[in-house]
């Protein structure tokens, strides 16, 4: 079993930053992948970025550039850096983790973005 807890989200104006933290409890020694999904009212869940075992990362288009995902492996805690946030950038924010059977989720955290 993986847990995993969100914080960080909130209410920022276009052009400002936020910084995600996910921390990660349980068997950590089976986790291949943590990453980013977000949601937003009306939309499908989607991929924002996610990091690998070995450290390699993957990004969304719209968020290349913008977004930078990192990790804390002694913390546990796999981070998201968001910069020049965007209003199309508001959704429900989630991390999720891989192991070789299960994904799972935390239970997301709120990021608005007002124009």
């Known amino acids: 079993q993986v847990q995993l807890v969100e914080s960080g989200g909130g209410l920022v104006q276009a052009g400002g930053s936020l910084r995600l933290s996910c921390v990660a409890s349980?068997?950590?020694?089976?986790?291949?992948?943590m990453g980013w999904y977000r949601q937003a009212p009306g939309k499908q869940r989607e991929l924002v970025a996610d990091?690998?075992?070995?450290?390699?990362?993957n990004y969304a288009d719209s968020v290349k550039d913008r977004f930078t995902i990192s990790r804390d492996s002694a913390q546990n805690t796999v981070y998201l850096q968001m910069n020049s946030l965007k209003p199309e950038d508001t959704a429900v924010y989630y991390c999720?983790?891989?192991?070789?059977?299960?994904?799972?989720w935390g239970q997301g955290t709120q990021v608005t973005v007002s124009s």
């Open positions: 990091i690998n075992r070995g450290g390699s990362t």
């Open positions: 999720n983790a891989l192991t070789v059977k299960v994904l799972y």
């Open positions: 349980g068997m950590m020694s089976s986790i291949n992948r």
